[in-house]
């Protein structure tokens, strides 16, 4: 009998602290780019992670892949789970809030299984996966509002934005799964900040122009948050969960970012919602709890 993966009162906790950094990295894109172009955020945040977590494999003394293939998948993985989705998420916050960009970004969970149930074999559809998207789809829907596809506008293309991270999220983890097998993750995080790195700081450095680096303490403290805690310590965070508690109970994270992302922009932006945007979150949050299964599980069982 396989034993299954449970969530301790430690890893409870350290589901906390990583939401609460996650959350803390919409504002801090919102802080960034008041002084910053996007890709130059975005460049400061990937590139000061790999430099950190290298630090780490360094200590640790972590074997480093030398395989031409692996570092291609690192590139893949970068593109995927870095590049793309930073870039849209820190472009929408130009004009969307950071709560709401945080809301739709929940979505990466929705879209992930319905991306893995197209390319993996053993992952899927079933009623309860079904009905868990459908609430999830309809969760968004609501946030977006039919205003934003009739009234079209920048701000509505921002959503798109959002969505489109989303994806990318849900590509990259199907990428991981088909490509990135048999490596430590500290080594894989560490390999695709870097190849991701070499994608972004040209883009910056064409569009954003060389970074002056006289920026104010707000600008400063956004750029080492962003690098340091959202990145480098949030993945090893991340893969230190998944080792304790499995991938089904670290989806639960989701949930708890977007109340993190939405407290901190009304407290430090100033930022409201609307309340359509607290529906949809109440919608994306029971399509990712039916995924999950526990809750109906339990229910099922009282």
Excluded: H
Aim: proline share 4%; with cysteine.
């Amino acid at each position: 009998m396989t034993l299954q993966k449970t969530i301790t009162s430690r890893a409870w906790g350290e589901l906390f602290i990583l939401s609460l950094i996650w959350g803390g990295s919409f504002l801090a894109f919102s802080l960034a780019l008041r002084e910053l172009g996007v890709f130059t955020t975005v460049a400061f945040r990937i590139a000061g992670g790999a430099v950190v977590l290298w630090i780490y494999i360094w200590i640790r003394k972590l074997p480093i892949p030398k395989s031409p293939k692996v570092w291609g998948a690192f590139l893949m993985m970068g593109l995927l789970n870095n590049v793309v989705p930073f870039s849209l998420i820190a472009w929408a916050q130009l004009r969307i809030p950071s709560g709401l960009a945080s809301i739709l970004n929940a979505s990466t969970a929705i879209i992930g299984v319905l991306i893995a149930a197209i390319l993996f074999s053993d992952e899927r559809l079933t009623i309860r996966k079904t009905v868990g998207i459908s609430l999830g789809f309809f969760g968004v829907s609501t946030s977006i509002g039919m205003s934003a596809l009739s009234d079209f506008n920048l701000a509505s293309l921002s959503q798109l934005a959002i969505l489109g991270s989303s994806l990318s999220y849900a590509l990259a983890g199907a990428w991981a799964k088909s490509a990135m097998k048999d490596l430590p993750p500290q080594v894989s995080a560490a390999g695709m900040t870097t190849c991701a790195s070499l994608l972004i700081i040209p883009l910056a450095l064409f569009f954003d122009g060389f970074p002056t680096f006289s920026y104010g303490p707000a600008t400063w403290a956004a750029i080492i948050y962003s690098a340091i805690f959202a990145t480098a310590f949030a993945y090893l965070l991340y893969y230190r969960i998944l080792d304790m508690a499995g991938s089904g109970n670290l989806m639960l994270v989701t949930l708890t970012v977007a109340p993190v992302a939405i407290l901190l922009g009304a407290l430090v932006l100033g930022e409201s919602l609307r309340a359509q945007d607290y529906l949809g979150f109440i919608l994306l949050a029971a399509g990712l709890l039916v995924l999950d299964g526990r809750l109906l599980a339990l229910l099922r069982n009282k």
